[in-house]
């Protein structure tokens, strides 16, 4: 019959239970409130140099959202065109569109020196019926007709367009630039419009192609949306339908078949999901948007959650087969130190990555830190309060786990243990090599797998019109370089730094206000020269009297100081004259962009070096995606070293022992140095999921060390040899460090399947930095204690007990008169230490329930004990335990 608890234990339960349901309940109501954040630009701090440049740059020239729209078999003669701008744009009248253009993000000029004061009043396309969320449309068409009718000539304007607008050779299709505004409508119903009005315009939708920020930050939104549900896949083949679900059923399937109980298994699967729900509730009740780094964090919690529940549940059923009544009691009192140690270790891990300057990377780590504290309070009252409303049937006789071949694995290592240890230096170190060829992925687009039709459509329009990435470069003319150089003079100057950037091999084309403008040495007459000058004569008395213009958008008059700061430098001064310089770059190109930049900057200081008083700097998402590559490689080493620090001086205050607590560092080490290594080995590029990889899975390998290390302190202070320790503590910890390994390894790797290879990455990646740290923890560590580790440890033990001796022995003195006096002092049992005993035989030892690795005592009896018992000389404890055993030998 099931032990029902009393009344008032299961009001309290039922209590708990209740108020965390409703917590629970409030929280998932947030969840729909969830908003996606997927924008590289908001990637870094505002206080960043390189987002101080973008934002002061931004101010004086607006980086509009655009995106390039191309199809197959497009010219410039192509109606379709004009068709497609109707529909974008609402008008009535497309051709009139040569008359108003705004250029933007280097898509875009000035029409004519006519248009630079055109009514700035005059409804926008948004105010007509045109697509709502489109800004503005610039059509190849009439940017050329533009440029026309400024005198240039028209195989010039299109030789100026080319890898902007028109296709980079003959023969490409052409492309139309749309500005997308700052309105709330979702971006993916923004180019659903877009795609309806391409195909009413008579452009085959199978033949499209669209480039831009939009496009990537929505298939990202998509991508994490179909890594939860797909709806277009078969439903019941999850790792198509659902990678995310697929890794909670694995996860389901691997506790029912390690509890062998349907009832235990629901409880700990609620306990999960309660876990997870709670702790991705907290990012929108905090105001915190998801990204495609925190879509993770739920699945990570979940099998951290569901593994600690596992080992919770089993305590419970070891300690219900001796006394139903006090199982729940004992079993949580039993799960709090390795559970409680087990979130520290993880969340110290997790909460390091708060130190990187990427705020997806930041806000992972903080949100999944606070997940390790409610996933602690799930496991140690929830689980207990479901525990205790529905205790079930236990077992009547709880089996116990065949703990021979972890011991014969202890055995061997301490016979071989010079030739593992050995063996495992060798495979870090040569994978330690690979870091040479360490590199970062920022861009991301190439989060997405090559069949992908985002990817397909970038490779189509970067391979014939244009690329993707802007870069922007600034000319600055000081005020006594424009006062001694005419507006004509430093239209040449524009135009000579920009000819030698179109030279460059990964500039695919370039854009400014002199293509808007004949070339000056063009012989023309003289009535038209006059008038050329005239116009030029207009557009600066306009620049300078601060009316803004067209023109407004390639150059202005800076009127504020710019950022000042570390990794800034001089930007401009207030009454400097800047000119801006439009360029695309290829996203799918695996150019350096340190190197590329280098180039630049090299070019442009050849073109002004005979030009006083001029300067320049780079800005745009070139530099930006280098910074964030930097960001990467910082954060991976910022926040693991904090990790490691914090880390190793627990483990030097636990073992009181510098040397050892280093020298414990080193199976910690081994999984990050031994999977990255061989990662960099393979040319594998670290993105910004991959590398928040190495600090949790340190925590995780923490946790199984300290687990391990524990144990063989406590053998050792029962006077085991140090083979038998190692041995023993194995036959301990092996079981549950196996269970952890594998519940957190394979429910990870079940993301494997998922479309977005950011998600995909850190599930192999986790799961394949815990098998290595499993190996760690049971090859390496022991080899390590069987030799310098070991003797640290040991002598550390003897130094202990010496000196509690001599307290034992200084607090005995004043009781030697009663004894003197005939009264027979009784001496108290000597303590037995938790945990391994001496003799393997011992039925005691065979009580411990699979996954406890960490509690000083599985034994509830010996717990109660444990606090009045006396401890006895080391000497003495050890002799008895040899005699013990001499004899036990003697009888077999």
């Known amino acids: 019959m099931a032990s029902t608890p009393p009344p008032t234990t299961r009001t309290r339960a039922a209590l708990v239970l209740l108020a965390l349901v409703l917590g629970c309940g409030y929280a998932m109501t947030h969840l729909t409130r969830t908003e996606f954040q997927n924008d590289v630009r908001t990637w870094l701090p505002e206080d960043d140099p390189q987002t101080a440049v973008l934002r002061w740059y931004e101010k004086h020239f607006p980086l509009e959202n655009r995106i390039l729209v191309v199809w197959e078999d497009s010219t410039l003669e192509d109606p379709r065109i004009g068709r497609f701008v109707q529909l974008l744009r609402g008008s009535d009248q497309p051709e009139a569109f040569a008359d108003t253009i705004g250029p933007g993000s280097g898509s875009a000029a000035d029409s004519s020196a006519d248009d630079a004061d055109s009514d700035p009043g005059q409804p926008s396309a948004t105010e007509s019926a045109g697509i709502v969320g489109v800004a503005d449309v610039d059509s190849p068409t009439d940017v050329v007709n ?41 971006r993916e119903e923004i180019l659903a ?139 949580r009192r039993m799960a709090a130190r390795p559970c409680t140690l087990a979130s520290i270790t ?32 799930m496991v140690l009252v929830a689980l207990p309060a479901m525990l205790r409303l529905w205790p079930g049937r236990p077992s009547a006789n709880a089996q116990p786990l065949d703990r021979t071949r972890w011991r014969v694995l202890g055995q061997w290592l301490c016979r071989y243990s010079t030739p593992v240890t050995a063996a495992c230096l060798l495979l870090f170190a040569v994978s330690c090599v690979g870091f040479q060829w360490f590199r970062t992925e920022t861009k991301a687009i190439r989060y997405f797998p090559e ?29 006594e370089a424009r006062n001694s150089s005419p ?6 100057t524009v135009r000579r730094v920009e000819e030698a950037l179109r030279k460059h091999p990964e500039i695919t084309g370039t854009l400014s206000l002199p293509d808007f403008i004949r070339d000056e040495n063009r012989k023309v007459s003289f009535g038209k020269r006059a008038s050329y000058n005239s116009k030029l004569l207009q557009i600066e008395d306009r620049l300078y009297s601060g009316e803004k213009t067209h023109a407004s958008s390639f150059v202005t008059v800076v009127k504020d100081e710019g950022p000042q700061g570390r990794g800034v430098g001089h930007l401009a001064s207030p009454g400097d ?118 600090s949790v899975a340190l925590g995780i390998a923490v946790d199984g060390t300290l687990h391990l290390l524990t144990w063989y302190r406590k053998g050792v202070q029962q006077g085991m040899p140090g083979s038998e320790a190692i041995s023993s503590s194995l036959a301990h910890c092996g079981p549950a460090m196996w269970q952890t390994s594998v519940g957190v390894g394979l429910g990870l790797l079940m993301l494997w399947p998922a479309e977005l290879l950011l998600i995909s990455r850190f599930g192999w990646m986790m799961a394949a930095l815990v098998g290595v740290a499993l190996v760690a923890d049971i090859v390496f560590l022991p080899a390590l204690l069987n030799g310098a580790l070991g ?55 065979q009580e411990v329930p699979a996954g406890n690795s960490s509690r000083p005592s599985d034994n509830p009896a010996q717990q109660a004990g444990a606090g009045s018992a006396h401890i006895r000389k080391p000497h003495m404890v050890a002799g008895r335990r040899k005699k013990k055993k001499r004899g036990s030998r003697s009888k077999s």
């Open 193 to 331: 419009d877009i795609r309806l009005a391409a195909v009413e315009a008579g452009i085959p939708a199978e033949s499209l192609h669209m480039t831009g920020r939009a496009v990537t930050s929505s298939e990202l939104d998509h991508e994490m949306n179909m890594a939860r549900w797909n709806p277009e896949a078969t439903w019941w083949w999850l790792p198509s339908s659902s990678p995310v679900l697929l890794t909670v059923v694995v996860s389901v399937l691997m506790a029912f078949f390690l509890l062998r109980n349907l009832r235990l298994t629901l409880i700990v699967l609620v306990t999960s999901m309660m876990t997870t729900s709670v702790a991705s509730a907290i990012v929108p009740l905090t105001g915190g948007t998801l990204n495609m780094v925190l879509i993770v964090m739920p699945t990570l919690l979940m099998v951290l959650t569901l593994s600690g529940a596992i080992h919770v549940v089993n305590y419970w059923k070891h300690a219900a087969a001796e006394n139903p009544e006090t199982a729940v009691d004992v079993a």
């Open 346 to 377: 993880t969340a110290i891990g997790l909460a390091s990555l708060m130190t990187s300057p990427l705020e997806p990377v930041s806000s992972f780590g903080m949100y999944s830190a606070i997940g390790c504290v409610v996933s602690l309070v």
């Open 577 to 694: 004259e800047v000119w801006r310089i439009g360029a695309s770059v290829s996203m799918m190109s695996d150019a350096n962009y340190t190197i590329l930049i280098a180039d630049l900057e090299e070019l442009i200081g050849e073109a002004l070096q005979e030009q006083e008083g001029t300067g320049y700097f780079v800005t745009g998402m070139v530099p930006l995606f280098l910074r964030t590559q930097q960001a990467v490689v910082e954060s991976l080493i910022r926040s693991f070293g904090l990790a490691f620090a914090i880390i190793a001086v627990v483990m030097m205050v636990l073992l009181r022992s510098a040397r050892a607590g280093l020298l414990t560092m080193l199976p910690n080490l081994f999984p990050v140095g031994v999977v990255f290594g061989l990662i960099s080995w393979g040319g594998l590029r670290i993105d910004i999921g991959t590398m928040i990889t190495a």
């Open 146 to 186: 533009a440029m026309v009718d400024n005198d240039v000539l028209r195989e010039e304007a299109i030789r100026r367009l080319r890898g902007v607008f028109v296709g980079r050779k003959p023969g490409d299709p052409v492309g139309v630039s749309i500005a997308l505004d700052d309105s709330e409508r979702k």
């Open 791 to 845: 003797r640290l440890i040991r002598r550390r033990v003897a130094v202990d007990h010496v000196q509690q001796a001599a307290r034992e022995l200084a607090g005995a003195a004043p009781s030697s008169s009663a004894d003197d006096s005939g009264t027979t002092t009784p001496q108290p049992a000597p303590v037995q230490p938790p945990g391994p005993t001496a003799d393997s035989r011992q039925p005691a030892e």
């Open 487 to 492: 507006f004509i003079e430093r239209i040449a």
């Open 451 to 479: 069949y992908n039709r985002v990817v397909q459509d970038y490779r189509y329009v970067e391979e014939h019109v244009a690329g993707a990435v802007p870069v922007e470069i600034a000319i600055r003319f000081s005020p």
